[in-house]
């Protein structure tokens, strides 16, 4: 149970740093005040209306406004993630420095197994216990 915890909240750290410093941009085209088309870091698709002819006749030409118009909303993550240890004060460097001392000597295993009851012998039974008191296992 602890291991999956642990292992859940690490993926969720993951992802919460994987969101935070991806950049992305959203591109919509609408036609009048409709949405048409609406895409992630790619251009939004025309619906073709923008694409008029054009006459050869440059006297004949009037100029209209197009219905369609383009937005991008360009989403900025952040850059910056990397500190360096010199721009900490010393009392954040002293916490830092006895954090990892203690962390890495928390999982410093034993050399020997301790058994303190090990130099006494164990005690002399005069009578059994288990008749007198008439506890049985079953």
Avoid: R, W
């Amino acid at each position: 149970m602890k291991k999956s915890f642990h292992k859940i909240i690490s993926l969720t750290m993951a992802l919460l740093v994987l969101f935070s410093t991806m950049s992305f941009s959203m591109n919509m085209h609408y036609c009048g005040d409709k949405l048409v088309d609406f895409k992630i870091m790619k251009e939004a698709v025309s619906c073709g209306m923008d694409l008029q002819q054009t006459p050869n006749n440059c006297e004949n030409t009037i100029t209209t406004k197009s219905c369609c118009s383009d937005k991008t909303v360009v989403v900025k993550g952040h850059d910056d993630l990397k500190s360096s240890f010199d721009s900490l004060s010393l009392e954040h460097q002293t916490f830092v420095a006895a954090f990892v001392y203690t962390y890495v000597n928390l999982f410093e295993g034993l050399d020997e197994q301790i058994i303190p009851f090990k130099d006494y012998s164990p005690p002399v039974l005069i009578k059994d216990i288990q008749l007198l008191d008439q506890t049985f296992l079953i």
